[in-house]
């Protein structure tokens, strides 16, 4: 048993060796006639390999172009529409502080408004206590008088001023108006340019997605056509290794190979010569033995035949 498990593994030995011999020829290219259309085979599904290949460089150098011309496209739509949104921030900011100032100018202008309502009811108020102190008998009724005359004085200077301010304030608005809506409309239509561009840079970007889609799913393709004819490439070469053991065509390169798979045949036929000994000893044995058994048998016989014929009285 033990001699039987040691061949097996030098048999696993002997075919991983033949299988190098293959390779190793193979890839130095040391062809002979005596395996000439194995070696033919292996040649085609390489040419094979290689066309493939070759289609593939032209599929990646195309993908290599098409992938430029789409980068170069988005970073040119994108540098456009950077800029309009730089723009539209810009415009928003200024058009804050214009709708800021025009708010500020409504809220100065009914200010105004409110401080001359003040003022007017204030002027009423004096000129009813004017009206009542000159119809009084007070002992300081004149100076009273000269007090509430003075404070009217001072009232409508108030009044002019303000409604001189007033109008000069209401006059800013329109101006203020118009930047807004300005501004306003310039925000819109940055906004509607960044979107053309968006949908612009989808359509123009659509053709070159499909050809970089298409592209690399052919080379995928080509990929598993060169992995499935490197997998039958791939035992074509071991098998040729053990046309080349038979063949042994003389070269330096797979003379190394030569001498591992020399050691192997002789351990191997030493191997089984050891056990073509052991098996002969137990034949040998074997034949002993059966004869031992047989005799045995006979002489047993014999002595149960002598016994019975003693009993008989025969002897």
Same mark, same amino acid.
């Given at each position: 048993?033990?001699?039987?498990?040691?061949?097996?593994?030098?048999?696993?030995?002997?075919?991983?060796?033949?299988?190098?011999?293959?390779?190793?020829?193979?890839?130095?290219?040391?062809?002979?006639?005596?395996?000439?259309?194995?070696?033919?085979?292996?040649?085609? !599904?390489?040419?094979?390999?290689?066309?493939?290949?070759?289609?593939?460089?032209?599929?990646?150098?195309n993908?290599?172009?098409?992938?430029?011309?789409?980068?170069?496209?988005?970073?040119?739509?994108?540098?456009?529409?950077?800029?309009?949104?730089?723009?539209?921030?810009?415009?928003?900011?200024?058009?804050?502080?214009?709708?800021?100032?025009?708010?500020?100018?409504?809220?100065?202008?009914?200010?105004?408004?409110?401080?001359?309502?003040?003022?007017?009811?204030?002027?009423?108020?004096?000129?009813t206590?004017?009206?009542?102190?000159?119809?009084?008998?007070?002992?300081?009724?004149?100076?009273?008088?000269?007090?509430?005359?003075?404070r009217?004085?001072?009232?409508?200077?108030?009044?002019?001023? !303000?409604?001189n301010?007033?109008?000069?304030?209401?006059?800013?608005?329109?101006?203020?108006?118009?930047? !807004?809506?300005?501004?306003?409309?310039?925000?819109?239509?940055?906004?509607?340019?960044?979107?053309?561009?968006?949908?612009?840079?989808?359509?123009?970007?659509?053709?070159?997605?499909?050809? !970089?889609?298409?592209?690399?799913?052919?080379l995928?393709?080509?990929?598993?056509?060169?992995?499935?004819l490197?997998?039958?490439?791939?035992?074509?070469?071991?098998?040729?290794?053990?046309?080349?053991?038979?063949?042994?065509?003389?070269?330096?390169?797979?003379?190394?190979?030569?001498?591992?798979?020399?050691?192997?045949?002789?351990?191997?036929?030493?191997?089984?010569?050891?056990?073509?000994?052991?098996?002969?000893?137990?034949?040998?044995?074997?034949?002993?033995?059966?004869?031992?058994?047989?005799?045995?048998?006979?002489?047993?016989?014999?002595?149960?035949v002598?016994?019975?014929l003693?009993?008989?009285?025969?002897?």
């Open positions: 048993m033990q001699l039987g498990s040691e061949a097996k593994k030098i048999d696993k030995v002997k075919a991983l060796q033949i299988e190098e011999l293959g390779q190793k020829a193979w890839q130095s290219k040391v062809s002979d006639p005596s395996y000439a259309q194995a070696w033919a085979d292996i040649e085609a !599904v390489e040419t094979q390999i290689d066309r493939i290949k070759e289609h593939s460089r032209s599929l990646q150098d993908l290599n172009r098409v992938s430029t011309e789409r980068e170069n496209l988005t970073i040119d739509f994108d540098n456009q529409i950077s800029q309009l949104e730089l723009q539209r921030k810009d415009t928003e900011s200024k058009l804050k502080q214009a709708q800021s100032a025009l708010h500020q100018l409504d809220t100065d202008i009914d200010a105004l408004a409110s401080q001359k309502s003040t003022i007017q009811h204030e002027i009423k108020a004096t000129r206590d004017l009206i009542n102190t000159e119809g009084s008998d007070e002992p300081d009724r004149q100076d009273i008088l000269i007090s509430l005359n003075a009217l004085d001072g009232l409508v200077s108030q009044l002019l001023e !303000v409604s301010d007033e109008p000069e304030l209401a006059a800013r608005i329109p101006s203020y108006q118009s930047e !807004v809506l300005a501004l306003n409309a310039r925000v819109t239509e940055l906004s509607d340019q960044a979107r053309r561009l968006e949908g612009q840079k989808s359509q123009e970007l659509e053709p070159l997605n499909l050809q !970089v889609e298409a592209l690399e799913k052919q995928r393709t080509k990929s598993e056509e060169i992995k499935d490197q997998g039958k490439m791939e035992p074509m070469i071991k098998s040729l290794g053990y046309q080349i053991d038979t063949a042994r065509p003389s070269s330096e390169v797979l003379q190394e190979q030569y001498n591992l798979l020399d050691a192997t045949y002789q351990k191997l036929a030493n191997t089984t010569q050891e056990r073509t000994e052991i098996d002969s000893k137990l034949e040998e044995l074997d034949k002993t033995a059966s004869r031992n058994f047989y005799l045995l048998i006979l002489i047993g016989i014999i002595v149960l002598l016994g019975t003693m009993i008989a009285g025969v002897l």
